[in-house]
């Protein structure tokens, strides 16, 4: 296994070449190797065809290179490049360029200068490519014994070599290897050297030991996905998402356990003795690397080189050796000459000297002009995602092509998985995916490049043979859109594109783009080439490998997912339906892998569930080892995948619900709701405990249910449409529920989510939901978890229950309103009242569990309407049908209901806290005060209670409702305070006007009543004036007045005291003026609305002024013969005056004489209005010295 490198080595080198400095940096990640040892220096004479006595003992400084006897393997494993990928996929996608074995990015760079093949695989994952030797031998050797790939051999032979076959390397080329391994042996430190071996192997067996080395294809990626699944190998994703969050694996388990062990060891481990960031220039690269290196010399580290002293150095090797030492930071190479196997020499060599040696002399420059153009030309062709390229150059050919074997395969009609690249690329997107998800929590502009990696991964596989990766991809999909929170406002990042995308190439800039467009036309990076022997299937080709020392011949063109914005929606409802689609698509993945050993039991309708929440977070019951109801195993990958998915469908529905609540759509909102809740019961039928989170979504979900039932029993009138939404369902939701009925019949919750009728029954659901939403909060599994979520529930709890109270309260004043006159109350009534009142105190303690004084308030209010209601009731009806006395249970309910109402007040303390709820409670303290004086005192119990007692009893009741009429806030209510305060005065003047007509006795107490009924009537008068729409109530008042003032007139003996009465009297009869100016207004107003309907006879026809024109009449009646009495009475006592009458008194009578006179001639069979006008003038002389005001006040009036 890989560990941290115990001596990092972070120096920084340039290497200077006598033309221009060439800027590397190599980085080690990690080493496999102890920290470099001394080189032994061996004899001269040594006879490295001896084997050393530790040869080929596994040795960690030479790591790899040591335990095979290839020595330091060029030979390149085909998946090497994923391997690193793997271990280091922080770095995929966006910061490195090219990931790859040292030696392919060798051969790469040495195009230019050498005769032999080319063969790559070229992968793509963002700016990344993963660079990989594709053995073109070893693979059509499989080919002819599998039948795999037939269609590339076809496709090589007939373009590139028609006469194919596999080259056997020469016994040279073996006793190089040899010779060099044992070389490596003999320069370990003694003291470390292992015990001898025998040396038995003969060069025959060690060239079939290599070849079956070489053999290193690996066998299981092409074989079907149940061979894999029945082997005994774990079966788990190395990254699995579980409740929301990526579960990242330790550095060990970081290799994809989706493959068993086997395909691990052929070549997707990261085997590597080191593995080195290395910048070339402006190139990013993940280098993987087993050469030796050792201490010793002037230098930390060296490389150490065996040369042949008969053949000299060639460029090739030169290049070899440079690239080799600036990859790993090795500042000196030591090279040992010998010849026939035997040491003769050694040399050092600076690693910046080595381009300068002796005929291997090559310009860096150059070579940094190659890897620059290499790059360029790869990024340039290789944009597809998840596509497989090849990089082909013919052994002595100048031409370098590159295939997209995707494609071909396509087009070659085999199945897609039969590229064995097909798998490893597609778990490498995910993983790149999965990591960046980890990142996407901090920054959500990674969500497009996420969104891309995931589909490009899910195109690749077969879902028969692959389901589960398929599944995790299309749940992370889902998990990109956020549902439970707005798009932030900076979404701006999303949508951007390219530019704020991680995956684009930020170093190019618009001109580079400019001049290429000028130039494209030569720069040959397009491939449609005139050469005879270029073919059409080529992606791109390089007509000559001189090209690629030119510099900058190639440009990267491509901008890598040029607009990869994430599809951010606005609109909740899409982002769920999104969700939705990738959720189905996850269970479709998960349910086919599921084997299908027997038909699913049916379900049964009729099992109710009860709503009730049981406590299911104790240990795992035996009974839920056993598979679920689709043949699922618990613990299971389907089994994880499935719990995740149902809960991601179940929150997509219930955002859905909750926007639908939003958009007043209740039977749509309800029918999302059940969706919500069949998805939750599936959920709990699968999984054996239930995390918090869990639970307090479902809270959620029953508390929003619980809110629909609610508005659908507030909004009755509109069932049809409700129920037309209801029944409403789409394809992908039927699929879904199929889905679900794989593990569930999905029934728990039918009670709470269907659609009833009956209005009284959906506030009975809605109330059994928030109840248990209620003892979800308060288990034991959340008690610690939800203080906001429990005041929320509580408050709609007392909400449900204030509905139900005021329900049952107007079902019972309805029954009232309906019963024929009858003594007793019905049972039925008290069944109301009694279920109403019990409704109403549960409400008040949920409010007051959460301190919440207003909404207390308000129940404390309705429960006070609530005791009016049973008062009323209670009203004795006698015999001849009319209304009886006032009764004690009458007066017991409505004492009741005071109470209730001063609690209110109490639990508001005081106006400010809630101005609306305080005045309401105020108008209905006042209100039922003045109902229960106005009761006592119409329909006094005199066979209970003495007249002055009752007399105490209504003064006190009608003064406590005049301390609650409001006079001096201004509001809608202000003008009803005013009339029921001048009402209260005028009540109160009658009974002490009628208390002192008949008084007999106690002079002292007629006094006082007589004083008493004065200022009533006065402030009755006064409150009736300002008021300016009761000319009746005024009139009438006014009148008992002038009563008064008679009745008292006619106890007094003097005639100066009767005059002085008799003209108080007129003086109150001359205010009667500003209530006939009124009446006037009015029957005119009256007319002209007649005038105009008898127009328009649309117009509906009648009085529209609240006139009583019979009152009106009545009082006129009384007005006419009192006024006339009086006036008589004047003129009598004035002219029988026995003193001198002055000129004022002589006025006044010629006054009264005059307005006497006309009163009588006056018709009385006019029209009202004209009788009206009569009077108004009659009463206009009598205050001739005010008339300037008056007529001012009959204007404004």
Known sequence: ELSPCSTPMYIDSAICSSTSEIKSRAVVKYSAAPPPTSYALLQEKTDLKLPPANWLRENAQLGSAGTTILGSSSKSKPFSSFGMAYDFIDCIGDDVDVVSDSENIKKLLKIPYSKSHVSMAVHRVGRTLLLDELDIQELFMRSSQTGDWTWLKEFYQRLIDQKWQRKKKSKEHWYQKAILSKFLYYSINGEGAAEPVSDNLNEGEEENGAEEFSSSWPTAFTSAQSDVEDSDAPKEVGYMFALGQVASVPKEQNLP??????????????????????????????????????????????????????????????????????MCNVPELVMCFH??????????????DIPHLENSTFSTRVVKDIAQNILSFLKSNCTKEGHTYWLFKA????????????????????EKCQNPFTLPVAVLLYRVASNLMLKARQNRKHYGTIRTLLLNCVKLLDQERHPQIIASAHYMLSELFQLDEPP??????????????????????????????????????????????????????????????VPEKYKSTYQIRPS???????????????????????????????????????????????????????????????????GMIPGSWQHRMKLQLFLKASKAYYVLSDAATNLLKYGRALRYIKLSLQCYDAYCSVSGTLHPQVLQFHSQCLSLCGDIQLMLAQNANNRAAYLEEYSYQTKEDQEILHSLHRESSCQAFNMATDLAMDPEYQLFVSSKCYEAAYELLVSEALKDHTSDQLAQVLKRLGNIRNEMGVFYMNQAAAMQTEKEAKKSVSVAEQEMWKKSFAFFEKGMNDFEAIGDSTNTALLLCNTGRLMRICAQAHCAISADQSRGEFSPEEALYYNKAIDYYLRAMKSLASRENHPAVWDSVNWELSTTYFTLATLLQDYAPLSRKAQEQIGREVTEAMMKSLKYCDLQTESARQPLYQYRAATIHHRLASMYHSCFRNQVGDEHLRKQHRSLAELHYSKAVCLFLSLKDAPCELLRTLLERVAFAEFTMAGQSSNAAKLKSLTGAIEIMTETRFAFQLIHKELLEDESDAAESAESPDVASGPTSGLNLQEVMKLIGVFEPSFSFLLLQLIKLMTTMKRKPSNKDEELLKTYKNVYSKLLRAEKNVPLLSRVKVYIELLQQLTPETESDDTGTQKSS
């Open 339 to 352: 010849v026939n196997g035997i040491v003769q020499k050694y040399e050092m060599i600076k690693t910046e």
């Open 488 to 549: 932030e406002e900076d979404g701006e990042s999303l949508r951007a594109g390219g530019s704020e995308d991680s995956y684009s190439d930020e170093d190019r800039d618009e001109e580079e783009e400019e001049d290429l467009m000028e130039d494209s036309d030569d720069n040959g990076s397009y491939g449609n080439c005139s050469s005879p022997q270029d073919d059409s299937k080529a992606v791109a080709v390089i007509r000559s490998v001189g090209e690629l020392s």
């Open 395 to 414: 052994s002595g050919s100048d031409i370098v092509k590159l295939y997209d074997l995707t494609t071909l395969c396509e087009e070659a009609e085999e």
């Open 564 to 630: 990869c914005a994430f599809p951010v929606s606005q609109d909740k409802e899409e982002r769920c339906r999104h969700v939705l689609s990738y959720v189905l698509k996850g269970l479709k993945a998960v349910d086919g892998s599921i084997k299908k050993e027997s038909d699913l039991p049916a379900a049964d309708p009729n099992t109710p569930i009860p709503l009730k929440y049981e406590d299911r977070t104790g240990p795992l019951q035996a009974d839920q080892k056993h598979p679920t109801r689709s």
């Open 257 to 326: 356990t989706l493959f068993n062990e086997g395909e691990n060891s052929q070549g997707l481990r990261n085997d590597f003795v080191r593995n080195i960031m290395w910048t070339f220039e402006d190139i990013h690269m993940l280098v993987g690397s087993n050469m030796p290196i050792f201490g010793g010399g002037r230098y930390p580290a060296v490389s150490l080189r065996l040369r042949d002293n008969n053949k000299p150095i060639n460029i090739l090797t030169g290049i070899d050796y440079w690239l080799d030492n600036l």
